[in-house]
């Protein structure tokens, strides 16, 4: 008890610090490691509502007969997800200078996540300049599940319960942290001057080429292209989409605001809040331009685009979500827009059945988000960029494909055509969403 | 009661006229109706929609059916009503057909015929 009163005696005193530029620049005592933490824990609550968001987004935008089994693959990726990042992929993702392949494959490997003691005291903590290593992984865990939430939309419908989670497993426990170990854990990506603030790259461009790879080998859904023609099969609750893309709106602060990393100084509490409004800015600009763009199109404003138009305007601002001017982020998350409304459409005349569209929106606009640093960043070169991208996409590609393809090998990753045409909710589950309603 | 005669009569309407339809009849004293939401086509046939940049066709669109029982005398202004009621001179206002009613029964009370209406 009064070691927690202390502690908000030193965050109350740090606010009078913060505040009054002519002092130091760091809050004393131990406030950088307090609110530091703080940031962590804070961020990582709203990113880990984002698995809320990508659950409803799904769940409006499948049909009505896979509901149910929708909610069950995103209640049981995100726990499964901590169960592999806590047996493997924390320390495979943070070596922190232990490697076994230099900068390429990490030393620590394979160990389980450890926290520090109960009630530490200040010399006892890990890094007592920078935060918790619970709070750190409970943040980094959250990117973790994040990931492996963008596969699951992508192959809905068709998909069987068990060899996702199967996928799910290795995603989180060896594929995502094994890359942004290349990145985040100080590897050779970090060393050649990649610069990816939140994961434009790491974590979406992952998901999305995660989830390229298994539609890839999974294929369509029964009857979606017929005759040389795209067949719509339109989602079942537009008001869960769109409460689902809100949620993932807010979660996104903590996701690109948590990624500063930092919380101890004027600097960084100022960099904080231009990451905060760019953020929002960018998932304005890529909504504003999918209903303008669907209008001129179409003829007609597409809600699902819209929405997916706001989400890929957030992944383009996530690379880099500081150095932007607002209006530029508004730009920048305005391709995105862009990207989502013509990828779409793309991706169907090449019979890529994107059930929620989450290969436009993490996969190309986490690309373009990546090569958009170099716009706004005098330390990133586009070449260098492009060199990350292409590395960690060939590798998510090809670890994600044989995985894919070994699972299937073995048990067959697609439900039959009788139970793809009953539903999965009454053929895996036999359970439906709203038991109540006749169809 | 037997030699009474009365009529069954079913609309297809416009959804969006269900609520003149009723007020109508209503003023008519036409005692109970029964709606349902339906779906089909006649020669407005379906629609066509986008959904994702995909064009598609939708083959049945939704009505409102409405269902009423009447004695023959009221019939003629029963229809009449109706159709000046849900028309709105464009195609897809939808269809009244008319029939012969053999016999009613409120299951309450037994009564038959137009007594049961």
Same mark, same amino acid.
């Given at each position: 008890m009064s070691n927690k009163l202390s502690k908000l005696l030193i965050v109350a005193s740090a606010a009078v610090f913060v505040s009054s530029? @002519? $002092? @130091?620049?760091e809050v004393p005592g131990h406030g950088v490691f307090i609110l530091n933490s703080l940031l962590f824990l804070i961020g990582g609550f709203l990113v880990m509502f984002m698995a809320c968001g990508f659950c409803m987004l799904e769940a409006g935008l499948v049909r009505a007969k896979n509901t149910t089994m929708q909610l069950t693959k995103n209640v049981a990726l995100f726990s499964l997800a901590a169960v592999g990042y806590y047996l493997i992929g924390y320390n495979l993702m943070y070596p922190l200078d232990t490697w076994a392949i230099d900068k390429v494959f990490s030393g620590v490997f394979p160990a389980v996540a450890v926290m520090e003691a109960v009630g530490v005291t200040p010399d006892k903590v890990d890094d007592l300049s920078y935060a918790a290593t619970g709070s750190d992984f409970f943040f980094q865990l959250m990117f973790c599940a994040a990931t492996a939430s963008i596969v699951s939309g992508v192959l809905a419908e068709r998909i069987k319960l068990w060899p996702f989670l199967a996928f799910t497993f290795m995603l989180t426990a060896v594929i995502y942290p094994l890359q942004a170990s290349w990145k985040w854990g100080g590897g050779f990506l970090d060393a050649m001057g990649f610069l990816d603030f939140a994961g434009s790259t790491v974590v979406h461009s992952v998901g999305g080429w995660a989830a390229l790879a298994g539609v890839l080998i999974l294929g369509p859904r029964i009857g979606k292209y017929k005759d040389g023609r795209v067949v719509p099969m339109p989602g079942a609750n537009l008001p869960l989409a769109t409460l689902g893309t809100f949620i993932l709106w807010l979660g996104w602060f903590g996701f690109n605001g948590g990624s500063q990393l930092a919380m101890g100084t004027v600097g960084d509490v100022a960099d904080i809040s231009r990451i905060f409004a760019n953020t929002n800015a960018a998932a304005a600009g890529g909504a504003l331009v999918a209903l303008a763009l669907t209008q001129v199109v179409y003829g007609k404003v597409d809600l699902t685009m819209v929405l997916n138009g706001a989400l890929a305007g957030l992944v383009s601002i996530?690379?880099?979500? $500081?150095?932007?001017?607002l209006g530029v982020a508004t730009l920048i998350g305005g391709v995105g827009g862009v990207i989502v409304v013509f990828a779409v459409p793309l991706l169907d005349k090449l019979k890529i059945d994107d059930v929620v569209g989450a290969i436009p929106v993490h996969l190309f606009a986490g690309i373009w988000g990546t090569l958009a640093v170099a716009f706004t960043n005098a330390d990133a070169s586009f070449g260098t960029q492009i060199i990350g991208i292409a590395i960690v996409g060939a590798f998510t590609l090809v670890a994600s494909g044989v995985v894919w393809f070994v699972i299937n090998s073995i048990v067959g990753i697609r439900v039959s055509e009788e139970d793809e045409l009953a539903g999965l909710d009454s053929a895996e589950l036999g359970m439906d969403s709203y038991p109540e309603f006749s169809r | 009661m037997k030699g009474l005669k009365m009529k069954y009569i079913i609309a297809i309407i416009q959804p969006g006229k269900l609520d003149d339809v009723h007020s109508t009849l209503l003023e008519l004293g036409v005692s109970g109706l029964t709606v349902t939401e339906v779906q089909g086509y006649g020669r407005q046939k379906g629609k066509s929609e986008i959904y994702r940049g995909a064009e598609y066709v939708v083959n049945f669109l939704p009505k409102i059916k409405v269902e009423v029982a009447v004695p023959s005398k009221l019939a003629p202004k029963v229809v009449d009503a109706i159709k000046t009621s849900s028309s709105s001179g464009k195609i897809g206002d939808g269809k009244i057909f008319t029939f012969d009613l053999a016999d009613a029964l409120r299951?309450?009370?037994?009564e038959t015929g137009q007594a049961a209406l």
């Open positions: 530029p @002519a $002092l @130091a620049q996530t690379a880099e979500p $500081l150095t932007p001017t | 299951i309450r009370t037994g």
